[in-house]
């Protein structure tokens, strides 16, 4: 059970950074100046938008996790091999996401699995 809260703690951790990207561009889409203090260019709102959405998600499938519901776990283990093949498009945060998807994938299938061998399933 530990290595369920551990993985669901990252999980949420993850939609709060991807919600967080949000408030990182709002200043500059309500009319703020680039400088020292904002040194990027904005992504596209659809983009921010996307990150949004997926944020939400990742919270409601982690908060699932640590309440031990079967759809938390089935939909933190899309979200994490969704996420780990999809992080080349978006480096280089994507090596982030890669980090924290990665460890909660780890951490659910070592505790769904156990020390079950291969030979058992059968």
Not at 95 to 104: E, I, K, T
């Amino acid at each position: 059970m530990k290595r369920y809260n551990a993985a669901a703690i990252i999980i949420i951790i993850h939609g709060l950074i991807e919600i967080a990207g949000f408030f990182s561009v709002l200043p500059i889409w309500l009319g703020a100046e680039q400088n020292e203090f904002v040194p990027f260019d904005p992504p596209s709102p659809e983009i921010i938008i996307g990150g949004v959405i997926w944020g939400i998600l990742r919270i409601i499938a982690g908060v699932g996790l640590f309440k031990n519901r079967k759809w938390g776990f089935a939909l933190s283990v899309i979200f994490c091999a969704v996420t780990i093949a999809k992080m080349f498009e978006v480096l280089p945060f994507g090596l982030m996401d890669a980090v924290l998807a990665g460890s909660a994938l780890i951490l659910m299938l070592t505790a769904y699995y156990g020390k079950r061998k291969i030979e058992d399933a059968a």
